[in-house]
């Protein structure tokens, strides 16, 4: 059996086997090489489906939660960043930036928006202003297996955050999300991180709604403004 992998593959693989509880990157890997047999391909990854992935489980698959397979499934399948694994964090501290967002990034490579709320291997964290941008901080995930709920433990990790950019998030994690007054916002496709923190910019320049406003401390003068638009 052939288990050579490329780095991008061996990146898939290896978040993959985090989110599978007691599975090793060698028991995944038989796995896989039973749904769509070894060396591994990303052409072979693109036509692999979840029934398939499952049925190559069988045995090993019957105590894990459907929805750790769901998130095993999806790192599989998610193109992952070349580049650095881990971005240059960047020095912040607090009342460096006035009216500025704390935003955080599902991200599984490089300093991509390329995760799931419930599977992303890290959260990028952005400190943003309507003129500057910087790199924070980047929380692991990996803490969550010992977690009663995942989800809560999850917005908990970024929970000095105002807003939430991920590729996917179910309907009961969103409540979570939201439950600790953040926002949680949808991509349909991955894109780098850098591009939503300038349309997020935009944004803060111009007259966001009262929520965000209030979050940047500009409640006041962003109501009125607000207020009059409406109005008119």
């Not at 949680?184 to 300038?198: G, Q």
């Not at 910019?201 to 007259?207: F, L, M, P, S, Y």
Request: glycine fraction near 8%; include cysteine; hydrophobic fraction near 45%.
């Amino acid at each position: 059996m052939n288990t050579t992998l490329d780095r991008n593959l061996a990146l898939k693989v290896g978040l993959a086997a985090r989110q599978l509880p007691d599975i090793g990157i060698a028991t995944l890997l038989s796995v896989l090489d039973k749904a769509v047999s070894l060396p591994l391909t990303e052409e072979k990854l693109q036509g692999l489906t979840m029934k398939a992935f499952r049925s190559a489980g069988g045995q090993e698959f019957l105590a894990i939660p459907g929805d750790r397979q769901k998130a095993a499934f999806a790192c599989l399948k998610e193109p992952v960043a070349s580049g650095a694994d881990d971005p240059i964090i960047e020095t912040y501290h607090d009342g460096d930036m006035r009216a500025s967002l704390r935003i955080a990034c599902g991200s599984n490579g490089a300093e991509r928006l390329d995760g799931h709320f419930g599977s992303c291997s890290r959260f990028l964290i952005y400190q943003v202003s309507a003129t500057e941008c910087r790199l924070i901080d980047v929380r692991r995930t990996d803490g969550e297996r010992d977690a009663e709920d995942k989800n809560v433990w999850r917005a908990g990790l970024i929970s000095d955050c105002q807003v939430l950019h991920v590729l996917a998030i179910g309907g009961p994690a969103a409540a979570k999300v939201v439950r600790a007054n953040i926002l949680p916002l949808k991509h349909a496709a991955p894109i780098a991180a850098r591009d939503v923190m300038a349309g997020m910019q935009k944004v803060i320049a111009g007259t966001p709604p009262p929520w965000l406003a209030r979050a940047m401390g500009r409640e006041a003068e962003t109501l009125k403004g607000f207020l009059e638009e409406v109005a008119t």
